[in-house]
């Protein structure tokens, strides 16, 4: 199966700041990758699916790249709300397979 | 709007079987998309665990497939979770979800604890 690795496990940055956040996939799989965030005790939402294509409702500071093996979700200005867990997930191939997850902390 | 509400019980006994069921509202269950179980052991990322599709075929992973059954129930619009052999392990947050290739939609998610 396709292993999807998160870097780094924790990132720590201040309200208003940028956060760059990375997934890279054992193999390629084209831009077959969609974002989550968690918060604590609530499900996982979506934010980014097709690696750059932002969900409904989801707003313009977060936003995707990347295709292959290396991806990045990137938040342009951190706002309080945004301090979560964030999973990458793979679905060009099953069984799908999420990373292991980034916690965004102030 | 498509909702998804799981069900059932919170507590479960060693080497039982864990079942859940998840409640579709908002939409048809039998005339389109997948729908998966996920879950998350305390403190650990997500694990997929299977889904089945409108059609009621199914796709388990491996490391569950001897022993989880997923089954869909279009009359009631709810598909079903069966986890047998349950140990601490299996003790998490289960989801189910709505996906065609990623998951839009999530249930709120139920917590299973496997003890005696």
């Known amino acids: 199966e396709i292993v999807m690795t998160q870097s780094p496990a924790t990132l720590s940055v201040s309200p208003g700041e940028r956060a760059t956040l990375a997934c890279r996939a054992s193999q390629y799989i084209r831009s077959n990758v969609a974002w989550y965030q968690q918060k604590l005790g609530q499900a996982p939402r979506l934010l980014i699916y097709g690696a750059s294509t932002r969900a409904t409702g989801i707003p313009a500071r977060f936003s995707g790249s990347g295709s292959g093996t290396e991806f990045t979700l990137t938040i342009s200005s951190l706002q309080s709300e945004d301090f979560a867990v964030y999973n990458c997930q793979q679905y060009d191939t099953w069984p799908y397979t999420f990373g292991q997850g980034t916690k965004l902390e102030i | 709007q498509v909702q998804l509400q799981e069900s059932g019980p919170g507590l479960v006994k060693p080497s039982e079987t864990l079942s859940l069921t998840c409640t579709v509202s908002?939409?048809?269950?039998?005339?389109?998309?997948?729908w998966g179980w996920i879950r998350q052991p305390p403190g650990k990322g997500l694990e997929w665990i299977g889904s089945?599709?409108?059609?009621?075929?199914?796709f388990y992973t491996a490391s569950f497939k001897s022993r989880v059954t997923i089954s869909i129930d279009t009359s009631k619009n709810q598909f079903s979770l069966n986890l047998s052999s349950v140990t601490a392990a299996d003790t998490a947050v289960y989801y189910c979800?709505?996906?065609?290739?990623?998951?839009?939609?999530w249930g709120k998610g139920t917590t299973v604890t496997v003890s005696s």
């Open positions: 979800a709505k996906y065609y290739y990623y998951m839009d939609v």
């Open positions: 908002g939409h048809s269950i039998s005339s389109d998309y997948y």
């Open positions: 089945i599709y409108h059609s009621g075929k199914t």
